[in-house]
């Protein structure tokens, strides 16, 4: 039997021939791994471009509806001082209606009364 025998391997050269083709593996794998992360990457980047691109006139729109507001409720709370200065206002007039009138409404009722009754009175000694 003729035996070729190319090379004698010994196992310290076995495991550098295992060792480097798990190595290659491996970086094949990393480099995989890298590359589906960068096209990962490039879409997260492009969906927070969009983002920014709808988000940011939604921001200054708001901040127009804000300073909006602000100055309606402002407005609104001019109205309401206004309204609480009208209502206080009726309120010490009324109250100085009444002072002044009731004594002499009631007086002239008290007046009325007595004179319809003195009418009668007189309706029937006749």
Not at 6 to 26: E, F, I
């Amino acid at each position: 039997m003729n035996v070729l025998v190319l090379a004698d391997m010994t196992a310290a050269d076995l495991a550098a021939v295992v060792v480097t083709g798990c190595s290659v593996v491996a970086v094949v794998a990393v480099l995989f791994a890298l590359q589906r992360t960068l096209a990962t990457l490039r879409q997260v980047r492009d969906a927070l471009d969009q983002l920014v691109e709808h988000t940011l006139p939604l921001v200054d729109e708001l901040s127009a509806t804000v300073d909006a507001a602000n100055v309606e409720l402002e407005r609104v709370d001019r109205l309401v001082g206004s309204a609480e200065s009208i209502s206080a206002t009726v309120d010490a007039t009324s109250r100085l209606a009444y002072r002044a009138l009731s004594a002499p409404v009631i007086k002239t009722v008290a007046m009325t009364s007595g004179a319809s009754k003195a009418a009668k009175r007189l309706r029937k000694e006749r």
